[in-house]
Nanobody, 119 residues
Framework: QVQLVESGGGLVQAGGSLRLSCAAS????????MGWYRQAPGKQRELIAT???????SYADSVKGRFTISRDNAKNTMYLQMNSLKPGDTAVYYC?????????????WGQGTQVTVSS
């Protein structure tokens, strides 16, 4: 069983920065691909960034160049550095341990952390 706990959300002005953290329990974190998602009110949850166990990253166009995903396997923690925030980035942000052969294709999500960007 894996538990994911996000932290670091809050209220920030447009143009500001926040760093989200996702702390994972269990030993499979370091061999797992991870992702950050967000869900704005009235919208579907969207994938914004992923990172593989080999630190290969990918980003949605909406955040490319502004957000950076990273991980620290020694701390079992993934991060999302968010710069140049816009009101449109307001959402609940979730981390996910992506299903794969390494975890029997189980799907693990955190509880979410609210990010609000004021104009």
């Amino acid at each position: 069983q894996v538990q994911l706990v996000e932290s670091g959300g809050g209220l920030v002005q447009a143009g500001g920065s926040l760093r989200l953290s996702c702390a994972a329990s269990g030993s499979i974190f370091r061999i797992s691909a991870m992702g950050w998602y967000r869900q704005a009110p009235g919208k579907q949850r969207e994938l914004i960034a992923t990172i593989t166990s080999d630190d290969i990253t990918s980003y949605a166009d909406s955040v490319k160049g502004r957000f950076t995903i990273s991980r620290d396997n020694a701390k079992n923690t993934m991060y999302l550095q968010m710069n140049s925030l816009k009101p449109g980035d307001t959402a609940v942000y979730y981390c996910r341990l992506l299903p794969g052969v390494y975890n029997g294709y189980h799907d693990y999500w955190g509880q979410g952390t609210q990010v609000t960007v004021s104009s």
